[in-house]
């Protein structure tokens, strides 16, 4: 599959060359690095070496997503991720929405994953089914900005291909389905008002993993994509502390 449209100013991948210590940062569905933005120059500025990756028939246009496929997003990480091993030792991973399932993903299939921090992981959507089987629908309304604090826009899609959501569901029961082979330790953040994905999403999660050293953080004031909204240093601060007591 060829993209069809130029990468959107804001959405370019990040590639950042630091320390051995490595870290690959996701952003979510019908959304773009703009939303990881914050995250991926922290960790940069602290010295770790970051690859945030644009994953497949996102950042252009969402008839680019209509074409993709699960393991199309799947194989964006794992680029991402060997770009990584080629420069560190040690690397964490961590995503937001499906973002935060493509972590999870890649801890399943990479025990070596020092450690990960999925933010708002998709795992199980509102009323899935539903979603699912619809008939003669092509596109739904946009998912992006769900955002508390006022003033914030997500760069991300204005319609969801409802072929490309299907596909997105089929990623999350992949995953869900393989959670008890994640090991790794595990930082986890939950918007408790989430309304992209339920904050039971990652209750699952944290549930459902098999690691020995795993915590759930709440994020009080902050919506879905809460990378860019009120608790967005939480995070980083969060993530900074996890990485360096594990690195």
């Not at 998709?122 to 899935?128: N, V």
Request: charged share 20%; aromatic share 8%.
């Amino acid at each position: 599959m060829t993209e069809q449209y130029p990468v959107l100013e804001g959405a370019e991948p990040f590639y950042h060359e630091g320390g051995r210590t490595g870290i690959l940062v996701s952003h979510g569905f019908t959304g773009t690095t703009q939303s990881m933005r914050p995250l991926f120059e922290a960790y940069a500025a602290a010295g770790y070496t970051v690859c945030a990756p644009r994953l497949k028939g996102h950042g252009t246009h969402y008839l680019d997503l209509e074409q993709c496929t699960y393991p199309d997003w799947i194989a964006s990480v794992e680029e991402a991720y060997e770009w990584l091993k080629l420069r560190c030792d040690t690397i964490f991973v961590t995503g937001l929405s499906m973002g935060g399932t493509l972590t999870l993903y890649m801890a399943e299939h990479h025990p070596e994953i020092r450690g990960i921090i999925p933010i708002n992981p998709g795992i199980r959507s509102p009323e899935p089914e539903e979603a699912y089987h619809l008939e003669g629908v092509r596109f739904l309304p946009a998912i992006g900005s769900d955002i508390k604090k006022p003033g914030v826009v997500e760069l991300a899609y204005e319609q969801v291909p409802h072929k490309a959501l299907r596909e997105a569901l089929d990623l999350m029961g992949v995953v869900r389905d393989q959670l008890a082979k994640v090991k790794c330790p595990t930082l986890l953040f939950v918007s408790p008002e989430d309304h992209v994905i339920p904050a039971y999403s990652s209750q699952i999660v944290y549930d459902s993993i098999s690691s020995e050293i795993k915590e759930i953080r709440e994020l009080p004031n902050s919506y879905h994509v809460a990378t860019l909204d009120n608790d967005q240093q939480a995070i980083i601060d969060g993530t900074l502390e996890f990485m360096k007591k594990l690195a």
